[in-house]
């Protein structure tokens, strides 16, 4: 197998639980290659390095080989390289305003702003 189209490559090493997810990611300008959207139909090839942004956060696979169908996780992981960068801790919000004490009851009006302005804050 020389090419495979992306959707299927993407639902395979088990980043999407579906093919229709991988489908829309691709259609929604979620999954590209050398800067450039793909469209689901794209055929990969060994070498290909895909830039994913999934989860919040950007992924970046290098193609190592090319499946079609769904295997185990571990056969999965062999057939892609991740080059992603480690995560920077302070990309997350602290979740001091995220869990409440036991007995504290819903947040108030204020409390609630202040938390929808705090997480808005890192967009």
């Not at 829309?24 to 590209?32: I, P, Y």
């Not at 793909?38 to 090319?66: E, F, P, Q």
Request: glycine share 6%; hydrophobic share 35%; aromatic share 8%.
């Amino acid at each position: 197998m020389e090419k495979v189209r992306v959707d299927k490559w993407l639902w395979a090493i088990r980043l999407y639980k579906s093919r229709t997810l991988a489908s829309e990611a691709c259609d929604g300008g979620k999954v590209k290659i050398d800067g450039n959207h793909l469209k689901a139909s794209k055929m990969l090839s060994i070498g290909d390095v895909l830039h994913i942004r999934h989860n919040h956060g950007l992924k970046i696979y290098k193609v190592i080989s090319l499946i079609e169908k769904r295997v185990n996780a571990s056969l999965a992981a062999a057939c892609f390289e991740d080059l992603s960068p480690p995560e920077d801790p302070s990309d997350f919000i602290p979740s001091a305003f995220a869990q409440r004490d036991k007995g504290m009851g819903r947040p108030t009006k204020k409390e609630r702003r202040n938390i929808d302005d705090f997480s808005s804050w890192k967009d």
